[in-house]
């Protein structure tokens, strides 16, 4: 009887499994649709009023490529979101290190205050940056105090206050990755190398780091993508004066109504962020093979 009963459950676990593409496929629709539209409008021009015309042209692209004030937007966005990554990592690092080895109820409510800040919405949290950043903010208001400076200093609606923006937008995700790689490490490891007399810098850069590696390329990867994407953090702290893109594409489309050339930016964009992370992609690999 269970011999026969067997093969109908058999076919019934066959016939499940033909559903289990259906959530897969939902999700490639709503990934690719959106990406594959605004690539489709890309290559057409705009005739004004949010409306492009019938002609496939690659003019859009030309412009971006040959233009100083694009290809300056490019590069700046690379540029302040490479240096907030970084900056990002220096500060993640040794904060989700001391939180893995404090263990316990310490590291448990620390965690939920980095994922409490990452929960509030981002234009709460620059709206604080304003408060602490402005010309009469606590930064400010403290350094003419202790009489370090005579005049405020300006932190927002410039590139400062655009990278402290994008830093306090990723860094609370930097250090929950950061955390599960670091608690991955066993103690012993760091106690043998001490055994040996190591320093505790050493044991860092020589135990501890190596093994974080692949972790700190992921997170450098997310942080630095989230960067790119970054729209609020740029526009309310540089307060539309520091273009990166996000804050192009919006301009372009929202003011000069220029839809094709917005979808042409983002996808240049797009295509960019894809090959960097899939040329890191390939190192780590290559370094992989050559370890083996």
């Known amino acids: 009887m269970s011999s026969a009963a067997l093969p109908t459950r058999s076919r019934h676990a066959v016939r499940w499994e033909h559903f289990l593409w259906v959530p897969g ?3 490639l629709i709503l990934l690719v649709v959106p990406q594959a ?3 489709w409008m890309s290559l057409h021009r ?4 949010g409306s492009v015309g019938d002609e496939l042209t690659f003019a859009n692209y030309a412009t971006i490529l040959t233009d100083p004030f694009y290809l300056g937007s490019i590069w700046l966005t690379l540029r302040l979101s490479a240096i907030a990554t970084i900056a990002v990592l220096i500060v993640a690092m040794p904060t989700a290190y001391s939180f893995a080895r404090l263990g316990g109820l310490t590291a448990s409510v620390l965690l939920g205050l980095v994922l409490t800040t990452s929960l509030v919405t981002i234009v709460i949290k620059i709206l604080g940056l304003n408060i602490i950043l402005g010309s009469t903010g606590i930064i400010n208001e403290a350094l003419a105090g202790l009489g370090v400076t005579d005049r405020p200093i300006a932190m927002i609606n410039n590139e400062i206050g655009v990278l402290i923006g994008l830093m306090h937008y990723t860094l609370p995700i930097a250090i929950l990755m950061l955390f599960a790689v670091c608690q991955t490490i066993p103690l012993w490891l760091e106690e043998a190398a001490a055994i040996h007399g190591a320093t505790r810098g050493a044991i860092f850069l020589r135990v501890i780091l190596p093994i974080m590696r692949p972790g700190l390329i992921a997170t450098a990867l997310i942080a630095f993508n989230m960067n790119v994407g970054a729209f609020t953090s740029a526009l309310l702290l540089g307060g539309g004066r520091v273009r ?7 301009q372009e489309i929202i003011q000069g109504n220029r839809y094709a050339m917005g979808a042409a930016l983002a996808t240049t964009m797009l295509v960019i962020v894809f090959v960097l992370n899939v040329a890191v992609a390939l190192s780590m690999t290559s370094r992989r093979r050559k370890a083996r």
Do not use: K, R, W, Y
């Open 25 to 27: 496929l939902v999700s």
């Open 37 to 39: 539209s605004f690539i």
């Open 46 to 49: 705009d005739t004004g009023f």
């Open 244 to 250: 990166t893109m996000p804050v192009l594409i919006q």
